[in-house]
């Protein structure tokens, strides 16, 4: 099969073969085109979609299934299911359901490269908490983090704490020692505990600037302190809601397009029409016509309802960004960050480099991304219809 458009990484305009799983030639051609060629997008970090909820009691093998569909509709090629905080048997029912999902379709396991467990171990706060439910926050666990992978059948790869447990230290070397990626999130430290975690090994601030107290301390701060500190990268949710305009592009600026990555953290009402939906875990919430979802009768934040395409759009909306800067943050650095560059060469377009390609078109008068064709390992899986 060749594939015909414009690399977004260097603009140049190609004609492309896929050869089973992985890319072949690549040639370059004269061609009038607007849809642009990309490396296969990868959101670290999605609850649901489209009404299917990773974190419901009810999830099933088939719904994650589903749900890894619909997130080929919207040109995601992988992701991250993100367990969040509940009692451990909840969590461990997620995980079971998910490594179901993976044993039954290779495609999905292609797709679900690891899971994300956000929490417990989180402040126990208003503000840092976020959504998650107060009565099952808990110290982080290494017993109950090695449960968990039995139940996952060793399928999780990123885990988001909040560092101001004393028994923090300790459980990012061990989850480091075994190759998971450690993230910093829904967190009340201070500048010596954020410190002390990144010593230990962490190296993602988990959506940077959300999950935060409402007042803070102008500065020092934990936003700051995430912000300035090198080795750590970040993710930022860019639906229009969790973070104005001007915190994106300044906080981007301040982190680097090169260690930043873009996540939809996208909730199960996600792609569903505007109205009030009930939730298993967020109670009654009220998706507006605008994308915000909001908890029933309240301006709280319920979560995001955006998926990758907006969150990008959105950045390249709001801050200098060019098309292959914006691009490098939802492929190739959540791909590195998943040490899937090295492993199964994806995150970018190059002969030899494994067929996961996300094609779309950019509309330059409403600035919407439109995607248009979605391969996962060299399969058409998402085709837009003309
Ligand atoms: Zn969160």
Known sequence: MWIEGRLVENNQTVRLQVNGATIGNIEAVNLDTSVWIAPGWIDIQVNGYGGYDVNAPGVTPESIIALTRLLWQRGVTAFCPTVITASEEAICHSLEAIALACERD????????????????????????????????????????????VAA?????????????????????????????????????????????????????????????????????????????????????????????????????????????????????????????????????????????????????AGSVSSLPECLANVLRYTDTTLSEGVRMVSTHPGQLLQ?????????VVSGSAADLTLFRFDAATGDIIIETTLVQGEVVYQRLA
Not at 114 to 126: K, Q
Not at 242 to 249: E, F, G, R
Not at 340 to 348: H, I, P, Q
């Open 340 to 348: 899937l560059d090295a492993r199964e060469k994806r995150g970018s």
């Open 106 to 149: 290779q495609r999905v396991a292609h797709a679900i490269p690891c899971i994300h467990v956000e929490g417990p171990a989180i402040s126990r706060e208003d503000g840092p908490r976020g959504a998650h439910p107060r009565s099952h926050v808990r110290a982080p666990d290494i017993a109950e983090y090695r449960r968990w992978q």
């Open 153 to 301: 059948k060793g399928r999780i790869g990123l885990v988001t704490l909040a560092p101001e447990y004393p028994q923090a230290r300790e459980y990012i070397q061990a989850l480091n020692a075994e190759n998971v990626v450690v993230a910093i999130g829904h967190t009340a430290a201070s500048s010596e505990q954020i410190q002390e975690a990144v010593n230990a090994g962490a190296r993602l601030a988990t959506h940077l600037g959300n999950g935060a107290h409402a007042q803070l301390k102008r500065h020092p701060n934990y936003i700051w302190e995430q912000l300035a500190e090198d080795r750590l990268l970040a993710s930022f949710i860019c639906d229009g809601h969790h973070l104005a305009p001007a915190v994106m592009k300044a906080m981007l600026r301040a982190k680097g397009i090169g260690s930043s990555i873009l996540i939809s953290d996208a909730v199960a009402v996600a792609g569903l029409a505007p109205g009030l939906y009930e939730t298993p875990v967020g109670g009654k919430v009220e998706l507006l016509a605008n994308g915000r979802l909001n908890l029933y009768g309240t301006p709280l934040l």
